[in-house]
């Protein structure tokens, strides 16, 4: 099956920037190489925990981000994606009516087709697990129509958690496996930005062969490397059984 993303817009919302590269850049790349475009929002620095190597080595927070800014402007360029820094507080994110209300005005202007996101639960991070709570809320205020924003209610677009760091322990259960073997150096190149976790960009491209060997055995013939997601909405679009 060929496929066209042409006129398909993917939105990623990842609490941190390291997020993006680790865990979903291959589909990233994917879409913008099937013609979609991607728009990865970044809403916090993760100058608490994810830049930890920066602050032991005494950068000051205000170094931390610019350097991390600069990395992931980076990264996106070579994924072909739009990338927005929000620089909101991380450690711990705190959802407010404030931030839901940017987050829904920006679905409504982007009007995307599929959201991509953190699953509902990291032990290890919690803040990840906030940040599906913080999308689905958000778009649930873009849908409607009596909310004070700008332009005509979003449609609802499927939400796909890519996965965290420890699956077991946070009952991750993979339901989609997207091929990533035509695009695995896209991936490498934009995780190599961030040299500061170069150790986790071997595991990352290590967890996408074993991804792409579940794959294979659920019968994606020929793929070598694959990111997991778990859809969290049923998929009804096609009223049919969809393979
Ligand atoms: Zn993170």
């Given at each position: 099956?060929?496929l066209s993303m042409e006129?398909?817009?993917?939105?990623?919302?990842?609490?941190?920037?390291?997020?993006?590269?680790?865990?979903?850049?291959?589909?990233?790349?994917?879409?913008?190489?099937?013609?979609?475009?991607?728009?990865?929002?970044?809403?916090?620095?993760?100058?608490?925990?994810?830049?930890?190597?920066?602050?032991?080595?005494?950068?000051?927070?205000?170094?931390?981000?610019?350097?991390?800014?600069?990395?992931?402007?980076?990264?996106?360029?070579?994924?072909?994606?739009?990338?927005?820094?929000?620089?909101?507080?991380?450690?711990?994110?705190?959802?407010?009516?404030?931030?839901?209300?940017?987050?829904?005005?920006?679905?409504?202007?982007?009007?995307?087709?599929?959201?991509?996101?953190?699953?509902?639960?990291?032990?290890?991070?919690?803040?990840?697990?906030?940040?599906?709570?913080?999308?689905?809320?958000?778009?649930?205020?873009?849908?409607?129509?009596?909310?004070?924003?700008?332009?005509?209610?979003?449609?609802?677009?499927?939400?796909?958690?890519?996965?965290?760091?420890?699956?077991?322990?946070?009952?991750?259960?993979?339901?989609?496996?997207?091929?990533?073997?035509?695009?695995i150096d896209i991936k490498?190149?934009?995780?190599?930005?961030?040299?500061?976790?170069?150790?986790?960009?071997?595991?990352?491209?290590?967890?996408?062969?074993?991804?792409?060997?579940?794959?294979?055995?659920f019968g994606r013939k020929?793929?070598?490397?694959?990111?997991?997601?778990?859809?969290?909405?049923?998929?009804?679009?096609?009223?049919?059984?969809?393979?």
């Amino acid at each position: 099956m060929s496929l066209s993303m042409e006129g398909k817009r993917m939105l990623v919302v990842s609490a941190h920037p390291g997020d993006v590269l680790w865990r979903c850049s291959g589909a990233v790349a994917k879409h913008v190489k099937l013609g979609g475009t991607a728009t990865i929002i970044v809403v916090t620095y993760g100058t608490g925990g994810e830049a930890n190597e920066l602050m032991k080595a005494g950068l000051t927070v205000a170094e931390a981000k610019a350097l991390r800014k600069r990395d992931l402007t980076r990264s996106a360029e070579i994924l072909g994606a739009d990338i927005e820094f929000w620089d909101m507080q991380d450690y711990r994110f705190e959802i407010t009516q404030d931030k839901i209300m940017k987050l829904a005005q920006k679905i409504r202007d982007l009007r995307p087709s599929l959201i991509l996101t953190h699953h509902g639960k990291d032990i290890l991070n919690p803040d990840h697990g906030y940040m599906l709570e913080y999308v689905n809320m958000s778009l649930e205020v873009a849908t409607g129509h009596g909310v004070p924003l700008d332009g005509a209610p979003a449609d609802r677009a499927p939400i796909f958690c890519f996965e965290p760091h420890d699956s077991e322990s946070n009952g991750f259960v993979p339901n989609l496996f997207v091929d990533i073997t035509d695009v695995i150096d896209i991936k490498k190149a934009a995780m190599a930005t961030c040299e500061l976790k170069a150790p986790l960009a071997e595991t990352y491209v290590n967890r996408a062969k074993y991804r792409g060997q579940n794959a294979g055995s659920f019968g994606r013939k020929g793929c070598k490397y694959a990111e997991a997601y778990e859809a969290i909405y049923p998929i009804a679009e096609y009223g049919y059984f969809v393979w």
